[in-house]
């Protein structure tokens, strides 16, 4: 079964401090793995997606396909890193997305 | 900047009402979908469209969902009746390829 685990519900950091946001995935084949990111009072978007290898706002995420996990990482999170994250998995590029449960990260100042 | 536009933002109905959400996504997009977020359940994928036929409603309520694509520009969700645990906030979003692009969602109230 296709799924996205993220098993952190709320996750409170203080600033300066580094953050992990994990999520893990079954999916039978080569999925393509994004990050998506809701602020307050703001729409969901695209932070990252493991296709682009890039850092977004100091983010990286790791493909680790013997773990099936692609975790979120900053090694200092900042006030504004205060949002709701979500891990989504899709088998192609036309396929529909399947998002996680979504963690509620908190920076404390 | 292009961006997915929904109507209307906030609604508020009693139990029984018909309720219409209306979605334009950006042009080009192929790819339409509805999600429904909630506390419990997060984000759920309700319907997804690509040109304009329905590809997956898997995740609606067939007896008072009903999601359509009339033209590329317009997407519509439609409940009928209405029961006070659609009470939600509903996502559009339109795609071209991997990226989602979401709408500023309309949130439900059904009393």
């Known amino acids: 079964a296709q799924r996205v685990t993220q098993p952190e519900k709320l996750l409170s950091v203080f600033k300066g401090a580094p953050v992990e946001l994990k999520c893990n995935y079954s999916y039978s084949g080569s999925p393509e793995l994004f990050w998506y990111v809701q602020y307050s009072r703001q729409r969901l978007q695209l932070l990252l997606r493991h296709i682009s290898r890039e850092s977004i706002k100091g983010f990286t995420a790791d493909l680790n396909k013997g773990e099936t996990s692609f975790h979120l990482k900053k090694p200092f999170a900042q006030e504004e890193d205060s949002a709701m994250y979500y891990c989504a998995l899709s088998g192609t590029s036309y396929d529909k997305v399947i998002f996680g449960p979504g963690t509620s990260l908190s920076v404390i100042p | 900047d292009a961006r997915v536009t929904q109507t209307p933002r906030h609604k508020v109905t009693e139990m029984g009402q018909e309720v219409t959400m209306r979605c334009q996504p950006i042009l080009g997009h192929n790819t339409v979908f509805w999600y429904r977020q909630t506390m419990m359940q997060g984000l759920e994928l309700l319907a997804y469209f690509r040109n304009r036929a329905p590809l997956d409603d898997s995740g609606m309520p067939k007896d008072r969902f009903s999601a359509e694509m009339p033209d590329a520009t317009l997407a519509t969700l439609k409940i009928q009746p209405s029961e006070p645990r659609d009470s939600a906030v509903y996502f559009c979003?339109?795609?071209?390829?991997?990226?989602?692009?979401f709408g500023p969602g309309t949130r439900l109230t059904v009393t």
């Open positions: 979003a339109s795609g071209q390829g991997y990226e989602q692009y």
